[in-house]
Nanobody, 129 residues
Framework: QVQLVESGGGLVQAGDSLRLSCVDSGRSFSSYTMGWFRQAPGKERAFVAAISWADGSTDYADSVKGRFAISRDNAKNTVYLQMNSLKPEDAATYYC??????????????????????WGQGTQVTVSS
């Protein structure tokens, strides 16, 4: 059974940085695309970033391009989200997710939550102006 545990959220000021981490307890972590999504109160869950299982290819939502960076450490079964220049509109609960199928990169089409089959419990990010 796959278990994803996020950490690293918190309260920061606009312009600050945070790094989120997600540890995947499942098997074959290195064979799965991993992603980050976020959900603000009253809004739908939205794609933030994803990283390929194979060559480290990445994809980002337009709203975070140039500010956020996703990375992975397969030796530690961990995926990261480095968030820089945070804005109040980045405030949300951030969720780590594992691709629903191994050996598939979803970056060839618009990535959505339906591409991912396992989810963490979320970590809260609050950004004050």
């Amino acid at each position: 059974q796959v278990q994803l545990v996020e950490s690293g959220g918190g309260l920061v000021q606009a312009g600050d940085s945070l790094r989120l981490s997600c540890v995947d307890s499942g098997r074959s972590f290195s064979s799965y695309t991993m992603g980050w999504f976020r959900q603000a109160p009253g809004k739908e869950r939205a794609f933030v970033a994803a990283i390929s299982w194979a060559d480290g290819s990445t994809d980002y939502a337009d709203s975070v391009k140039g500010r956020f960076a996703i990375s992975r450490d397969n030796a530690k079964n961990t995926v990261y989200l480095q968030m820089n220049s945070l804005k109040p509109e980045d405030a949300a609960t951030y969720y780590c997710a594992r691709g629903s199928r191994p050996l598939v990169w979803y970056g060839s089409w618009p990535i959505s939550a339906s591409d991912f089959g396992s989810w963490g419990q979320g970590t809260q990010v609050t950004v004050s102006s």
